[in-house]
């Protein structure tokens, strides 16, 4: 992962420990990306932080993910961010659903596919197909 600024790099990485606490608990090999995510960008991990559970869920994980890209992302910020989510998440070759769902969510907030639709289009957009395929479903 390449340099980030104090901000941003703290930012990612409680995206990160969220995501890991995602399925409800974190595996060896999420500890282990976290744990050297945090030495490269000089953070403070908390073992408590790793160890005892924290409820996360897809929408708390989305909406840290809209605050660290925002309304109007940089493709290298959303690369990085993809690039750090999907390492973590393929790390225990284990993929939950809720991690699916989410890593969906990011790479539809990718800037590069953005024509003149905004985030919150997207999103729309996104809510819309769920709400689709549930009515079909009943």
């Not at 500890?31 to 897809?58: P, W």
């Not at 690369?79 to 659903?97: G, K, P």
């Not at 289009?121 to 197909?129: E, P, R, S, T, Y």
């Amino acid at each position: 992962m390449s340099e980030l600024t104090k901000n941003n790099s703290q930012g990612l990485f409680e995206i990160l420990v969220a995501i890991a606490w995602i399925d409800g608990k974190i595996q060896s090999e999420e500890r282990e990306f976290l744990t050297k995510i945090a030495a490269e960008q000089n953070l403070q991990l908390s073992e408590d932080l790793l160890t005892n559970y924290q409820a996360t869920s897809t929408a708390q994980c989305y909406d840290l993910l809209q605050d660290y890209l925002g309304s109007n992302p940089k493709a290298e910020d959303y690369n990085q961010l993809l690039s750090a989510v999907s390492t973590l998440i393929y790390s225990d070759n284990d993929i939950a659903t809720e991690e699916a769902s989410l890593l969906n969510k990011i790479q539809s907030l990718d800037p590069q596919n953005s024509t003149n639709n905004s985030t919150f289009d997207k999103l729309i957009g996104k809510i819309q197909q769920l709400y689709q395929k549930g009515v079909k479903n009943v």
